[in-house]
């Protein structure tokens, strides 16, 4: 694509799919054979509304692995991480089964979900629209609804490209209505964008020592005053087993209110960036190298030396607080 004169939406610049050239490129890039009829069509929702659904993309046997490794996790030695919003991050296992258990990039230590995480549906769409190998990190697994108020995922998931960022609800169960289901505001991609910082540092970042909370709240208030501004009403992904949402970094996104106390809600959710792109744990980590789980499909973790897999050490890094036997609790 030529970039002389090509306007983005946001000030942070995006992917091609973010400009005012979007149309024709989309159009050229079908005429020259680099994107199939249906791909485009997947490419044009996501432009427009800021997400696309794909429908029973993960095949069941996947879902399966993914039951048995996730369950895996809750034994002593797993290694594999928990966080919780009230408990913070600890061994997986020491989480109580009743609480709202989340495990830390799942991709790392469950085979089973990296390959759930690049299914050739997920992976051929992320390079089509980043024009660039996908690399995934920041991923988590939900055994309940976060609850968690609309926001955009680039007000905390930092890139030093912040636009050019993507992610995934991979459902690994039905979900119904008062299950803690997401619900986002389509188009919302869009709407005027947020800064944070100050004039002479602005950010698509929240930092709570720079910003504090009044501005992170005033951040998220717009975002429910610019859709009742636009007449747009919120809209509930209740998908299948094996279902995929994938939305756009700026597609403001949360948790509904989990009305049935007794239901689960579990999912995968795995966010993605070019490759050539740093996620902003690169300034305070010494372990961060891509690591190629498939041709044409890299990860990285915050938490995990993933070139750890290929020796019989755990792929863990030593945290504070956590000590280092993951026995331990």
Do not use: C
């Not at 249906?38 to 490419?43: G, M, N, S, V, W």
């Amino acid at each position: 694509m030529q970039t002389e004169d090509i306007k983005y939406h946001s000030r942070f610049g995006g992917n091609w799919i973010d400009t005012d050239r979007f149309a024709e490129e989309l159009a050229a890039r079908v005429s020259d054979g680099r994107i199939s009829d249906e791909l485009a069509e997947q490419i044009a929702i996501f432009e427009r509304d800021g997400y696309v659904i794909m429908r029973g993309i993960v095949p069941e046997e996947l879902l399966t692995a993914i039951d048995d490794e996730v369950e895996s996790a809750w034994e002593p030695g797993s290694g594999f991480l928990g966080r919780n919003p009230k408990l913070g991050l600890k061994w997986a296992h020491q989480f109580p089964a009743d609480g709202r258990r989340r495990i830390v990039d799942p991709i790392v230590n469950a085979p089973s979900a990296q390959l759930a995480a690049f299914v050739p549906e997920i992976r051929d769409f992320l390079e089509a629209i980043f024009d660039e190998t996908p690399m995934a990190f920041q991923s988590l697994f939900f055994e309940r609804g976060s609850q968690q108020r609309i926001h955009q995922d680039t007000a905390y998931v930092v890139t030093n490209a912040p636009v050019r960022l993507a992610a995934a609800w991979i459902a690994l169960e039905d979900v119904e209505e008062g299950n803690g289901e997401l619900v986002y505001y389509p188009g919302s991609h869009r709407f005027d964008e947020f800064l944070f910082g100050n004039e002479d540092d602005v950010s698509k970042s929240w930092n709570i020592g720079r910003d504090g909370q009044p501005m992170h709240q005033e951040f998220l208030a717009g975002l429910d005053n610019q859709a009742a501004e636009r007449g747009i009403e919120k809209a509930r992904f209740l998908p299948k087993r094996g279902d995929v949402l994938l939305w756009h970094a700026d597609l403001a996104h949360g948790g509904s209110k989990q009305t049935n106390e007794e239901a689960t809600r579990r999912s995968i959710v795995v966010h993605y960036t070019p490759l050539s792109t740093e996620p902003n744990y690169v300034n305070f980590t010494s372990h961060f190298k891509p690591y190629e789980v498939a041709p044409g499909a890299y990860m990285s973790s915050r938490h995990y030396d993933p070139y750890l897999l290929d020796s019989e050490e755990r792929p863990v890094i030593p945290i504070d607080g956590l000590g280092l036997d993951p026995f331990e609790g």
